[in-house]
């Protein structure tokens, strides 16, 4: 097997069948899956799929005093935005372009650590990178972390189910799998700690953090506007957390072939260009695995990019020290070439 197949710990009904095709779970044994890959009593080796679950189990009652308290039309844009814009944006910035594809470099580790902590803390990086490297190399094919093939429950339920690294790698699989995360910052385990733990966070870094964060974000949110802006903003973290979770399912055309010709320029998979994602958090996904690298995504003139304008902008003040931009090679090898006059009407959602 490849080693790109070998990192992710395999669900109970596998990737696929005997004949090497993607093997669709029932809804039931997705949740039964869920459940057991959160039980912390049966293996402490469980406590990194255990933990956003538990910091989306925190944030849920805060949501609720929000509706039941604090809930006004303003409040209900500042959760809106929060979820949409802010959170959104950030997780292409950070999670995407930054953690998976360093896309970018920062001039130096305290930017890197604003950047990491420049929203309310949801899920450690462990879980979203090393399984975003694997959906690359088999995006919408057997052993796809989040492949759309598996309806709805699949991608939603991905980040326990499917998105945690293998329990019984090797020294050096285990230690070519920390070097996803060596630029990061995290506090990363020895193959002894990750022997006793199964994962290459460490736990003590992981829960800090979120401390940390959650206390700092709390604090200022509510200096500048009281309880109702803090708990506005922290719903909508929940909020975002929740539906993130959905993205690649529609981000890969719900398991169809969306493509549109003069927007979705890569047919090597299902992924498609949306305009709501693209334009409110810089996510235009058949552009990003086009080129994965990039620290831009927004190759076209109507296409904004959030997470690229904050890159950028970063550079320009000295806090980013190099990027990378495809722009100029998807402009000479996909829009220059008769697509021009095709994406008149490029908008969909």
């Not at 080796?45 to 989306?56: G, Q």
């Not at 492949?147 to 980040?159: H, I, V």
């Not at 997470?307 to 829009?335: C, H, P, Q, T």
Request: with cysteine; charged share 15%.
């Amino acid at each position: 097997m490849a080693f790109i197949d070998e990192i992710l710990q395999t669900p109970s009904y596998g990737w696929m069948d005997a004949k090497g095709l993607f093997l669709k779970p029932t809804t039931r044994q997705l949740f039964k899956e869920a459940f057991s890959r959160i039980n912390i009593f049966k293996t402490r080796k469980n406590w990194i799929t255990l933990i956003s679950w538990f910091m989306a189990t925190c944030m849920l009652p805060l949501f609720v005093i929000f509706l039941m308290h604090y809930l006004s039309w303003k409040s209900a844009i500042v959760l809106v935005v929060y979820a949409m814009v802010i959170m959104s944006t950030h997780g292409t910035i950070w999670f995407h372009r930054y953690c998976t594809h360093k896309s970018y470099k920062f001039s130096h580790p305290i930017f890197r650590l604003i950047t990491q902590n420049l929203v309310i803390k949801t899920f450690p990086e462990e879980i979203y990178v090393i399984s975003h490297h694997v959906h690359h190399v088999k995006s919408d094919e057997p052993g796809d972390p989040y492949n759309p093939m598996g309806g709805f429950m699949y991608c939603m339920l991905s980040d326990v189910n499917h998105q945690s690294i293998a329990k019984g790698l090797s020294r050096d699989q285990y230690h070519r799998v920390r070097n996803f995360l060596s630029h990061t910052g995290v506090g990363l385990n020895s193959y002894e700690q990750y022997q006793s733990w199964g994962s290459v966070s460490k736990p003590a870094y992981v829960v800090a953090l979120w401390l940390l964060n959650w206390s700092f974000w709390y604090g200022a949110l509510w200096l500048i506007g009281g309880h109702a802006l803090a708990l506005a903003c922290f719903s909508g973290a929940f909020f975002w957390f929740v539906l993130v979770r959905a993205f690649n399912y529609t981000g890969h055309g719900k398991g169809e072939n969306k493509h549109v010709d003069g927007i979705d320029f890569d047919r090597s998979n299902l992924s498609i260009n949306q305009t709501r994602p693209g334009m409110l958090s810089g996510e235009w996904h058949n552009n990003h695995h086009l080129f994965p690298g990039s620290a831009r995504a927004g190759f076209l003139p109507y296409q904004l990019d959030l997470a690229w304008i904050y890159i950028y902008s970063l550079f320009k003040l000295g806090m980013v020290s190099n990027y990378k931009d495809s722009k100029k090679e998807f402009m000479s090898r996909y829009y220059s070439v008769g697509m021009a006059t095709k994406n008149k009407a490029a908008f969909k959602i």
